[in-house]
């Protein structure tokens, strides 16, 4: 079991450019999640999943975009990048009930210049 | 709005000192409570706590959940170098979805 993968581990995007960060589970969970961890601050949660084909906003979305067409695979999308983009982005994902438990991918470091 | 609040923001001890971080939330249909550790990368699952499980203890860490007063503790004893991380506490709903994390609290263990 590789767990919550992610790539690319590292990315430096200029202002106004678009990429898609990747995340991979293999454990068979249903909710998946995106979040946003700025220097010295907590998780903040952009977009999650309970399922295939159904997706919902969570605290902060504005400026992202995410698909959920597998059960694996939950990609999130930057149009126009913005210097407030500029964080570490984790995905995660759980089992869909009963445990709240959420298992973390090593992380995206991005750089908006 | 769900809010999770940690305190202190910042801790800096001696290896052997005892630490107790905080956690204080105010959650509409609260659920359970999770922490975790994380060391320049990505979290790691310490302890839930519900309602029906409101005392973990692993080792040199413990926690406890009152859910009357609606907060909980993470106690470290003989805290060693390997210890020093960033402690993130969060509270899940009833509705199992979703997670509101707090700030986290940056412990710092000296030798």
């Known amino acids: 079991n590789a767990g919550v993968t992610q790539t690319p581990k590292f990315r430096i995007l200029k202002i106004g450019q678009s990429m898609t960060l990747q995340c991979t589970q293999d454990?068979?969970?249903?909710?998946m999640y995106w979040y946003r961890q700025d220097p010295g601050m907590g998780l903040k949660l952009i977009y999650y999943s309970v399922g295939a084909g159904i997706t919902d906003k969570g605290e902060v979305p504005n400026g992202y975009n995410v698909s959920r067409s597998t059960t694996e695979d939950f990609p999130l999308r930057l149009e126009l990048a913005a210097p407030s983009q500029t964080s570490v982005y984790f995905c995660?994902?759980?089992?869909?009930?009963?445990?709240?438990?959420?298992?973390f991918g090593p992380g995206t470091r991005l750089t908006v210049l | 709005e769900d809010k999770v609040v940690q305190s202190p923001l910042s801790l800096v001890v001696h290896e052997g000192d005892t630490v107790t971080l905080n956690c204080s939330y105010e959650v509409t249909n609260f659920r359970s409570l999770l922490w975790y550790k994380q060391e320049k990368k990505a979290p790691t699952f310490l302890f839930m706590l519900t309602s029906s499980g409101i005392e973990k203890k692993s080792g040199r860490l413990s926690s406890i959940l009152d859910k009357k007063e609606l907060f909980s503790i993470l106690n470290i004893t003989a805290t060693q170098t390997g210890d020093s991380a960033v402690y993130l506490c969060?509270?899940?709903?009833?509705?199992?979805?979703?997670?509101?994390f707090g700030e986290g609290t940056q412990l710092t263990v000296n030798p």
């Open positions: 454990m068979n969970h249903n909710y």
């Open positions: 995660a994902s759980r089992f869909t009930s009963g445990i709240d438990t959420q298992y």
């Open positions: 969060a509270v899940g709903e009833t509705s199992g979805s979703r997670l509101t």
